[in-house]
């Protein structure tokens, strides 16, 4: 089946404990991305990667690293997580080309204390 | 950058009328405007989209309608039922499509 996973789901955790969000899609897109949704804000770009090896800054990068060393795989990285990064976050994959449909994965809700 | 705005934030519509939510664009670039439905708990799901070359397309009970000297783009979903209320979200992508900005979305009420 055609999906984009990410791990963990739900997730709690204490200012400044290093954490990990994986992402990983089994479609060979080339485009990934990594958004944060927070109420009245919807959907803001944190980071996207265009190929392997490929990164860039999406509107709200700030706090947030990713490494994109497989096609497949796009983790988040927050360093030194802060109560402003609780929210909830979405990894979402596409085909190049402009036209293409983005697929979400299934969102990972992070607290942090 | 691209800044995409979208109206209204929440609307609440009696079982069976219809629904429109608008949105609009900065980036004359942007070519690519697809609008997202997002269920209670679940992730964003593209529900339909539209390409910068075609002024309205039609899928069953929803439309979406561009205007690109205004730059605004609408949804319209006729004969709404209970099971359309969800937070809608458009979007607007560049050139390249590397990235899709997303508006603020709107929260979709049906009321049977």
């Known amino acids: 089946e055609a999906q984009v996973t990410q791990n963990p789901r739900y997730l709690i955790t204490v200012t400044g404990k290093k954490l990990t969000v994986t992402c990983s899609q089994n479609?060979?897109?080339?485009?990934m991305s990594w958004y944060r949704q927070d109420p009245g804000l919807g959907l803001r770009q944190i980071y996207y990667?265009?190929?392997?090896?490929?990164?860039d800054k999406g509107d709200v990068p700030e706090g947030y690293k990713v490494s994109r060393k497989e096609k497949r795989n796009f983790p988040l990285i927050l360093e030194s997580p802060s109560p402003n990064q609780t929210s909830l976050y979405f990894c979402a994959s596409r085909r190049a080309g402009s036209y293409n449909e983005q697929f979400f994965g299934p969102g990972t809700r992070l607290t942090v204390l | 950058g691209e800044n995409v705005e979208q109206h209204p934030s929440t609307l609440s519509v009696q079982e069976g009328d219809s629904a429109v939510i608008k949105c609009t664009y900065s980036?004359?670039?942007?070519?690519?405007f697809p609008w997202y439905k997002q269920e209670l708990g679940k992730r964003p799901q593209l529900i339909i989209d539209i390409r910068s070359n075609v002024g309205e397309k039609k899928d069953q009970r929803i439309a979406v309608t561009l205007n690109k000297t205004a730059k605004h783009f609408s949804l319209h979903i006729t004969e709404t039922q209970p099971e359309d209320s969800a937070v809608y979200f458009c979007a607007a992508g560049g050139q390249y499509g590397n990235k899709l900005v997303f508006g603020a979305g709107t929260i979709l009420r049906v009321k049977s």
């Open positions: 990667s265009m190929n392997v090896e490929v990164t």
């Open positions: 980036d004359s670039a942007s070519n690519y």
């Open positions: 479609m060979n897109h080339e485009y």
